[in-house]
């Protein structure tokens, strides 16, 4: 029993003295683990924060983004009433200018057709007077009566 209580203090005596080193070995190596993940959360810490900040940039970016494209969305909408209207009042103008052209040309064709139909008229009574004094009258009379007939026809005519 003396040779087992021996062993026994021997084995607590080894144990004591390998306790020490062995205990700051695994004290230090998890002081390290600790310290190794500690900074690894300090890291993921700093990350997160860092993606939240480029989270709110770019939703105030999105904001901004969403405000330019309704600014230049509405723009575009005046711009093209705009022009629409510039073109709606264009074209009247050229209608107008149209319409007027074309009521010129129907009036002076409508003169030319009135002065036409005048100058026929007047001869073809000329050229019937003439006749009819020919047929009923004799030279001299009949000469004098379409001279006077054709300055009374020129007369009216102007």
């Given amino acids: 029993m003396l040779h087992w209580l021996l062993e026994v203090l021997a084995l607590v005596i080894l144990i004591a003295l390998i306790w020490r080193p062995v205990r700051r070995l695994a004290v230090s190596a998890l002081d390290g683990h600790s310290a190794k993940v500690r900074a690894e959360l300090e890291e993921a810490k700093r990350l997160r924060e860092e993606a939240q900040s480029l989270l709110a940039t770019h939703q105030r970016q999105l904001v901004t983004g969403e405000d330019q494209a309704s600014a230049i969305v509405e723009h575009a909408r005046v711009e093209t009433e705009r022009q629409i209207e510039r073109h709606r009042v264009e074209l009247e103008a050229s209608?107008?200018?149209r319409t007027e052209h074309?009521?010129?040309?129907?009036?002076?064709?409508?003169?030319?057709?009135?002065?036409?139909?005048?100058?026929?008229?007047?001869?073809?009574?000329?050229?019937?007077?003439?006749?009819?004094?020919?047929?009923q009258l004799d030279g001299e009379h009949a000469q004098a009566l379409l001279d006077e007939a054709i300055a009374e026809v020129g007369r009216k005519l102007a």
């Fill in 102 to 135: 074309a009521m010129a040309r129907i009036a002076q064709e409508e003169a030319r057709a009135l002065h036409d139909v005048r100058s026929y008229a007047a001869t073809l009574a000329v050229r019937t007077t003439e006749r009819l004094l020919r047929d």
């Fill in 95 to 97: 209608l107008r200018r």
